[in-house]
């Protein structure tokens, strides 16, 4: 795969806490993306980036922020995390615009207590 | 907004048996991809279909491009313990918006 890592790979947290999940590429993609994966709903597009400090919503953005400092980095922030928000998160790459290819991470398992 | 329906969501088959997983979409496609995720695992990209009434073949692995482009397939042959896990399709539209996923389907093989 794209050199893709994510971190943590496990989280347990309040309710109520924030949480940053950071995805970090060696291959250089100007493509970024976060997507939640749930039983029942496959993968859900939180928000994109197509280059640095350019981001853009998807489907189930609402609780969630994102920041791209870096070509290499994209953030994923909850600002106040709440049980909804459990799930399996997967950070993607692309090299071409949105509709192209895209190389996943391993994931973050996040809990919300 | 744009729906991509998968079916079935589930499939068992034994071992040696074929297997078709189906994609349809509410709105014509500019292309259509297919992903894998092994259990535990991440999706991982097999392949891209542009074209109307696209075939494209990877080893016991066939995928079709609807003519309308607006549905596909995927169908294995024989199908072997490493073909376990959920695969995915994801159509793009062609505008802004990124991929819309299928909720995937999960194949089972009984040895």
């Known amino acids: 795969d794209a050199g893709i890592t994510q971190s943590p790979r496990h989280k347990v947290t309040e309710t109520g806490t924030p949480v940053t999940l950071r995805c970090h590429q060696t291959e250089n993609h100007r493509y970024m993306y976060w997507y939640r994966q749930d039983p029942g709903h496959g993968l859900r597009l939180i928000h994109y980036?197509?280059?640095?400090?350019?981001?853009d919503k998807g489907e189930v953005s609402d609780g969630y922020s994102v920041s791209r400092s870096k070509t290499e980095d994209f953030l994923l922030t909850l600002e106040s995390a709440t049980s909804s928000q459990t799930s399996v998160y997967f950070c993607?790459?692309?090299?071409?615009?949105?509709?192209?290819?895209?190389?996943f991470g391993p994931g973050t398992r996040l809990t919300v207590t | 907004g744009q729906q991509v329906m998968q079916i079935p969501q589930y499939q068992h088959v034994q071992e040696g048996e074929d297997f078709t997983t189906y994609c349809n979409s509410s709105?014509?496609?500019?292309?259509i991809q297919w992903y894998k995720q092994r259990p535990g695992g991440h999706p991982v990209f097999l392949i891209q279909l542009v074209k109307s009434g696209e075939v494209k073949k990877q080893k016991r692995l066939t995928f079709q491009f609807g003519e309308a482009k607006k549905n596909s397939s995927l169908h294995i042959t024989a199908t072997q313990t490493t073909d376990v896990g959920t695969y995915f399709c994801?159509?793009?539209?062609?505008?802004?918006?990124?991929?819309?996923f299928g909720k995937g389907t999960h194949l089972i093989i009984q040895p």
């Open positions: 709105t014509t496609l500019s292309n």
């Open positions: 980036s197509y280059g640095v400090k350019d981001t």
């Open positions: 994801a159509g793009w539209g062609g505008g802004a918006d990124g991929l819309t």
């Open positions: 993607a790459t692309g090299l071409s615009g949105t509709g192209y290819e895209q190389y």
